[in-house]
């Protein structure tokens, strides 16, 4: 069983930035892809940026050019917000899938301010 410790959530001006992290623990197995997806109030989960075992990227359009994802040796994925827009504004959640399943973080909150 994987569990995934997020972290790096919080209040920011708009154009500010913040870097969340999410570390992995708990499976032998390597993860295949890391990624993030957030959920604002009243609107369905969506995916933010992905990362797989190789490296290779993808990322939704409206983060292009302003976040990005990372992951680290050690089971660990970042995701660097910059230029954050009041429609970032979101609970933004950790998934990793590897050979045993996929798995979700319990989300961190992200509040954009004016």
């Known amino acids: 069983q994987v569990q995934l410790v997020e972290s790096g959530g919080g209040l920011v001006q708009a154009g500010g930035s913040l870097r969340l992290s999410c570390a992995a623990s708990?499976?032998?197995?390597?993860?295949?892809?890391m990624a993030w997806y957030r959920q604002a109030p009243g609107k369905q989960r969506e995916l933010v940026a992905v990362?797989?075992?190789?490296?290779?990227t993808n990322y939704a359009d409206s983060v292009k050019g302003r976040f990005t994802i990372s992951r680290g040796a050690k089971n660990t994925v970042w995701l660097q917000m910059n230029a954050l827009k009041l429609e970032d504004t979101a609970d933004y959640y950790c998934?990793?899938?590897?050979?045993?399943?996929?798995?979700w973080g319990q989300g961190t909150q992200v509040t954009v301010s004016s």
């Open positions: 998934r990793v899938e590897n050979r045993e399943g996929v798995f």
């Open positions: 708990g499976s032998t197995s390597s993860p295949d892809t």
């Open positions: 990362v797989s075992s190789s490296g290779s």
